[in-house]
């Protein structure tokens, strides 16, 4: 925790009006700013914006940034914005992390700024919608640039701010997010010495924090499998090879990969078929069958293990059979993995802005983030921030990307004031 006292003086020219930061309390944001951020967030959350298409967002967040006074980088990975704010005193380099883009969903909340919003999206027109909370991350990224600019003679270090396009995933023949960032760049010239993430989620009452040492979310990883026989009649089955009959038996053989074949003692897995397609008519087997699934795990090595035995089995199940499988595994989002030297070294931090009663050590999530890119190349600490309202079951609640997904904007000051304590107690740390 804090270990000197920082002398904050009021920034008319940011808005912010701070006290005086005693060691071991946290540094806290004003109502004024508090309000602003409300005010970003409804902003965005009434122009919402599809993966790699967040351009007014864009423009909105790097205003802002120069605004403040900040470096500001724009265009990386399509969209992306990154600010720099270079601190007053020597120190290490923080990033902290906000996703820009909303989904192709229809909202369906009864809030005065509610989207209305429609486009274009795999040929069919469909309602835009921040439904998994984006519009929240970028406000309250916004908030801390502006209450850590105020502060920048006194703070120690640089700051990075990543506001990034396209966690979603990016649009079918297009690259984006974290990864692309990366690829251009992102840490080329300038290497955080740890980096910060905040989700915003319905599992969680407002204000509370969800945090896990080592692996907190799955990775996720796309596969198909091209199951080829020969077509025949369906009252001859001996005169062709029927791919239905082999991609059944690839589908039942390949639970055996969790269930025998992998260490589940470390962590676990999930293999499932979304996907199963093949013939025209009750009475001719077809030629071939495609199935499409999805993997999902905890462990980086078990993670390379099941695409080894994903392959194996199922050409190996076909061949029995006498048809073929080619395997294709689209390789998702890695393990989003929790620095555990890091978390426990920002856990006081969490409990100091949140209260010790509302941070609690949160469930594996078998959803995904590409945040697990930045935190694979440096130390990183990604949190759920607790966001539906006190009084209602979080277990009841609409989950993120529903469309009647609601946000308790009560959370953005608790989130807010967890990226700029973060900075702050890395720093003196």
Not at 118 to 126: A, F, K, L, P, Q
Not at 219 to 225: C, L
Not at 231 to 246: F, K, L, M, N
Request: one cysteine or more.
């Amino acid at each position: 925790m804090k270990t000197s006292v920082l002398a904050l003086a009021c920034c008319a020219t940011f808005g912010v009006v701070t006290s005086t930061a005693i060691a071991g309390e946290p540094v806290r944001i004003s109502a004024e700013l508090e309000a602003k951020i409300i005010d970003w967030r409804r902003d965005i959350h009434q122009h919402p914006e599809l993966s790699n298409r967040e351009f007014r967002t864009a423009r909105v967040v790097a205003e802002h940034l120069r605004e403040l006074g900040l470096e500001v980088q724009t265009d990386i990975a399509h969209t992306g914005v990154v600010g720099i704010l270079k601190g007053g005193k020597p120190g290490p380099v923080v990033a902290l992390r906000a996703d820009m883009d909303a989904l192709p969903v229809t909202e369906k909340t009864d809030v005065p700024f509610k989207s209305t919003v429609t486009t274009e999206y795999r040929g069919e027109e469909v309602g835009v919608m921040h439904a998994c909370g984006h519009d929240m991350h970028v406000a309250m990224l916004m908030g801390a640039a502006e209450q850590l600019a105020a502060m920048r003679d006194e703070l120690a270090g640089t700051v990075m701010f990543i506001f990034q396009p396209a966690e979603e995933g990016a649009p079918k023949g297009e690259e984006g997010g974290a990864e692309l960032m990366l690829e251009q760049g992102l840490f080329a010239d300038l290497t955080p010495d740890a980096v910060f993430g905040i989700h915003v989620w319905s599992a969680g009452n407002t204000g509370q924090i969800g945090y896990r040492a080592g692996p907190l979310m799955a990775s996720s990883d796309r596969f198909e499998i091209n199951v080829k026989g020969v077509q025949t009649h369906g009252s001859r089955p001996w005169g062709g090879v029927d791919p239905i009959v082999a991609a059944a038996q690839i589908i039942n053989s390949t639970q055996t990969i969790i269930s025998r074949q992998i260490d589940i003692t470390k962590a676990p897995a999930v293999v499932s078929f979304g996907i199963v397609e093949g013939g025209v008519r009750n009475n001719i087997i077809p030629d071939e069958v495609y199935l499409e699934g999805t993997i999902r795990n905890f462990d980086m090595d078990n993670r390379a293990q099941i695409f080894e035995q994903l392959k194996i089995t199922a050409e190996h199940t076909a061949q029995s059979s006498g048809a073929e499988a080619h395997v294709h595994i689209d390789e998702g989002y890695p393990v989003t993995i929790n620095d555990p030297k890091l978390t426990e070294q920002m856990l006081p931090t969490m409990k100091s802005v949140a209260g010790s009663e509302n941070v609690k050590i949160n469930s594996l999530v078998t959803g995904a983030e590409d945040f697990s890119f930045y935190a694979l190349e440096v130390p990183g600490l990604f949190v759920f921030l607790g966001v539906t309202p006190e009084g209602q079951d979080p277990a009841t609640a609409p989950s993120n990307h529903s469309p009647y997904f609601y946000a308790d904007e009560d959370a953005l000051k608790v989130g807010t004031e967890l990226y700029v304590n973060w900075v702050i107690d890395y720093a003196e740390q």
